[in-house]
């Protein structure tokens, strides 16, 4: 056995990346490589439904401050916070945007 090559769980040598292409386990399934384009696609929609969650979770947090009023404790620096959060939040989704394009 080559000790360049590997196993992968299921008793197949893999020497290249490409060898698994065409092999078929033990089991009949044939098995096919990880594409990795699709893999950071599903990531990159993940991660922005997560921004869009962040910037919801902290706009209505600003608005319950706002709501609550200036008696509450730490209004300003809650206020200051979230609008820079909110703000910043807003700055690297058009500068991903523009420089997906």
């Not at 200036?70 to 200051?80: E, M, S």
């Amino acid at each position: 056995m080559d000790p360049d090559s590997k196993l992968n769980g299921e008793g197949i040598t893999l020497n290249k990346l490409g060898d698994i292409e065409n092999v078929i386990s033990s089991s009949g399934k044939r098995l096919r490589p990880i594409n990795i384009n699709h893999y950071a696609t599903k990531k990159s929609a993940a991660q922005s439904m997560l921004d869009v969650a962040l910037l919801m979770a902290n706009s209505s947090q600003l608005k319950t401050v706002l709501y609550v009023g200036p008696n509450y404790r730490f209004y300003i620096p809650l206020i200051v916070l979230l609008s820079l959060s909110i703000t910043l939040q807003v700055i690297v989704g058009l500068l991903l945007v523009f420089i997906g394009k």
